[in-house]
Nanobody, 125 residues
Framework: QLQTVESGGGLVQPGGSLRLSCAAT????????IGWFRQAPGKEREGISC????????VYADSVKGRFTISRDNARNTVYLQMDSLKLEDTAIYYC??????????????????WGQGTQVTVSS
């Protein structure tokens, strides 16, 4: 089964930081762009960041630009999302997914594999 596995979530105060990790089962990540998504209660899942297979290019949603950093370590078959200056509105379940391409163009509608369980991020004082 092709699936991504997220970890690293938790409870953090506003202004704090977390680093999420994305691993894969059933395939290796290095040939694919990887996207990070989140879904807050009562809202649709949204794409927030993507990194190309080589790691040479990244995209960010306006809501996280300047605060979140996506990176990857293909030797470890892992993609990371460093989240700094967290806000209350960042509270959500975070997911990663593989893109059916090496690039991020149109990544939100070009995914493959099954969604993982996600990792909960709660920002609260």
């Amino acid at each position: 089964q092709l699936q991504t596995v997220e970890s690293g979530g938790g409870l953090v105060q506003p202004g704090g930081s977390l680093r999420l990790s994305c691993a894969a089962t059933g395939f290796t990540l290095d040939a694919y762009a990887i996207g990070w998504f989140r879904q807050a209660p009562g809202k649709e899942r949204e794409g927030i960041s993507c990194i190309t297979s080589s790691g040479g290019s990244r995209v960010y949603a306006d809501s996280v630009k300047g605060r979140f950093t996506i990176s990857r370590d293909n030797a470890r078959n892992t993609v990371y999302l460093q989240m700094d200056s967290l806000k209350l509105e960042d509270t959500a379940i975070y997911y990663c997914a593989a893109v059916a391409s090496y690039h991020c163009s149109g990544y939100m509608s070009n995914l493959f594999g099954s969604w993982g369980q996600g990792t909960q991020v709660t920002v609260s004082s």
